[in-house]
Nanobody, 122 residues
Framework: QVQLVESGGGLVQAGGSLRLSCAAS????????MGWYRQYPGKLRELVAAITNAGSTNYADSVKGRFTISRDNAKNTVYLQMNSLKPEDTAVYYCTADLRREKIVDVTTRYWGQGTQVTVSS
């Protein structure tokens, strides 16, 4: 089995910072892309940021210049540093990992974390 465990969410005032972490554990052979999505009530999940195993990154326009995604490949962990937070960043944040569970089976599957609430007060 594979688990993605998130941490770091919480309540912060506008202009503040939070750092989210997400660690993949269990039967993990390799991880290609990792990322963060967020979901507003009644809306579909949207991509916030993504990073490949080579370190290439992609950001939603709404977070460029404020959020930074990074990863520690040795720890199978992805981070999201969120600065200059705004009330509109309030959402549930989910991490993802595109991974292979076995060396002999070339199948990549996207796994999701359980979600962590980020609330930014004005």
């Amino acid at each position: 089995q594979v688990q993605l465990v998130e941490s770091g969410g919480g309540l912060v005032q506008a202009g503040g910072s939070l750092r989210l972490s997400c660690a993949a554990s269990g039967s993990v052979f390799s991880i290609t892309a990792m990322g963060w999505y967020r979901q507003y009530p009644g809306k579909l999940r949207e991509l916030v940021a993504a990073i490949t195993n080579a370190g290439s990154t992609n950001y939603a326009d709404s977070v460029k210049g404020r959020f930074t995604i990074s990863r520690d490949n040795a720890k199978n962990t992805v981070y999201l540093q969120m600065n200059s937070l705004k009330p509109e960043d309030t959402a549930v944040y989910y991490c993802t990992a595109d991974l292979r569970r076995e060396k002999i089976v070339d199948v990549t599957t996207r796994y999701w974390g359980q979600g962590t609430q980020v609330t930014v007060s004005s």
